[in-house]
């Protein structure tokens, strides 16, 4: 982790430069100061089935940290959310979902599924993309903003209220 000064405000993270390195470096960067809190980034392009990714976000909590769900493996949405609101309703996440514009290329997430995540009353979710997508009902943030990272912690800071 690269350590740099803490700025006085959120919206001086981006006078740090963070406009020119990756999202995930970016942001894994700027976390630091949200120490209560674990912010976990999936990237969706990685999503071997993006209309049912149940499974492989469920293995991305579990790889943050996350306790492994009592009654085994999530494999659909529907127990996915069941897992996030029961056993990880006291664990201070959120979740940060995007697409990594390399290898392998972006695929565009599911609206039905962003949708269904949008029902979940833990942890909060957000989704980075390329272009707003008016049907979908979580918090969305454009990958083009200069202001992407003050905007997201800014969001994350206004949770906490």
């Not at 599911?110 to 009902?137: K, T, W």
């Amino acid at each position: 982790m690269v350590n740099i000064p803490q700025p006085t405000s959120l919206i001086a993270l981006a006078s740090l430069g963070f406009l020119t390195i990756p999202f995930t470096f970016r942001f894994s960067t700027a976390i630091t100061w949200f120490s209560n809190s674990q912010i976990i980034c999936i990237d969706g392009s990685r999503f071997s089935d993006p209309s049912n990714p149940a499974l492989q976000i469920y293995t991305a909590l579990k790889k943050a940290g996350c306790p492994a769900s009592p009654d085994g493996k999530t494999r659909t949405i529907a127990e996915l959310q069941a897992y996030c609101e029961d056993d990880l309703s006291e664990e201070k996440i959120a979740l940060i979902f995007y697409e990594a514009p390399t290898d392998p290329p972006p695929q565009g997430f599911d609206m039905a599924v962003l949708n269904q995540l949008a029902r979940f009353s833990h942890p909060p979710i957000a989704v980075v993309v390329g272009d707003r997508l008016p049907e979908c009902r979580l918090p969305q943030f454009l990958e083009s903003d200069p202001d992407l990272i003050a905007n997201i912690l800014q969001w994350l800071h206004n949770l906490e209220r």
